[in-house]
T-cell receptor, first 116, second 113 residues
Framework: SAVISQKPSRDICQRGTSLTIQCQVD?????MFWYRQQPGQSLTLIAT?????????ESGFVIDKFPISRPNLTFSTLTVSNMSPEDSSIYLC?????????????FGPGTRLTVL | GDSVTQMEGPVTLSEEAFLTINCTYT??????LFWYVQYPGEGLQLLLK?????DKGSNKGFEATYRKETTSFHLEKGSVQVSDSAVYFC????????????FGSGTRLSIRP
């Protein structure tokens, strides 16, 4: 299994500012992902973080709003840009691998973001 | 497209009651099926999974059987505890590496002492 940590665990931000969330995995993984969980809702995949290249975004999410980096096999960041109250959510990082036999995605504890 | 439909909550039960949370899916082929649990203030944890028809996933007293004929993966537990209070998510993945997971809407479970 993989242990995933995220920083910060929570934050309260002002409208129009940006926040970068960090995700660290304790072992090398093949794939990393970012999800959003809006209040009382299920998880929605934002993007796949690709190591050394641009992230792959799901429909409805764009790089200008949610720039993502993944400089190596254990670390990724998600930036929420030009925030508005509608961005208030829990943002979760997840990872798969490195052993593809296990067919399992592990999740970080999440970052609870409140935008005023 | 692929989707997961699960029982709407909240579900409130007394301790030691029998639990069923219904989950059905729509997908072509043979997806892998999962139940994730989210305890208050925590991230998601994989509770159990099944990767092929008739497989039974089990963990912590919870069970779910992959039923291809009814496209279902209902979660059951014979005797719930207060500590089982959480939100439960049914999910599927068509990718063998679990890279694209589709989640159901979640079911909030509350157990009364």
């Amino acid at each position: 299994s993989a242990v995933i940590s995220q920083k910060p665990s929570r934050d309260i931000c002002q409208r129009g500012t940006s926040l970068t969330i960090q995700c660290q995995v304790d072992s090398q993984v093949t794939m990393m992902f970012w999800y959003r969980q809006q209040p009382g809702q299920s998880l929605t995949l934002i993007a796949t973080a690709n190591q050394g290249s641009e992230a792959t975004y799901e429909s409805g999410f764009v790089i200008d709003k949610f720039p993502i980096s993944r400089p190596n096999l254990t670390f990724s960041t998600l930036t929420v840009s030009n925030m508005s109250p509608e961005d208030s959510s829990i943002y979760l990082c997840s990872a798969v691998g490195p052993d593809p036999r296990y067919n399992e995605q592990f999740f970080g504890p999440g970052t609870r973001l409140t935008v005023l | 497209g692929d989707s997961v439909t699960q029982m709407e909550g909240p579900v409130t039960l007394s301790e030691e009651a029998f639990l069923t949370i219904n989950c059905t899916y729509t997908a072509t082929g043979y997806p892998s099926l999962f139940w994730y649990v989210q305890y208050p203030g925590e991230g998601l944890q994989l509770l159990l999974k099944a990767t092929k028809a008739d497989d039974k996933g089990s963990n912590k007293g919870f069970e779910a059987t992959y039923r291809k004929e009814t496209t279902s993966f209902h979660l059951e537990k014979g005797s719930v505890q207060v500590s089982d209070s959480a939100v439960y998510f049914c999910a599927l993945s068509r990718d063998s590496s679990a890279s694209k997971i589709i989640f159901g809407s979640g079911t909030r479970l509350s157990i009364r002492p």
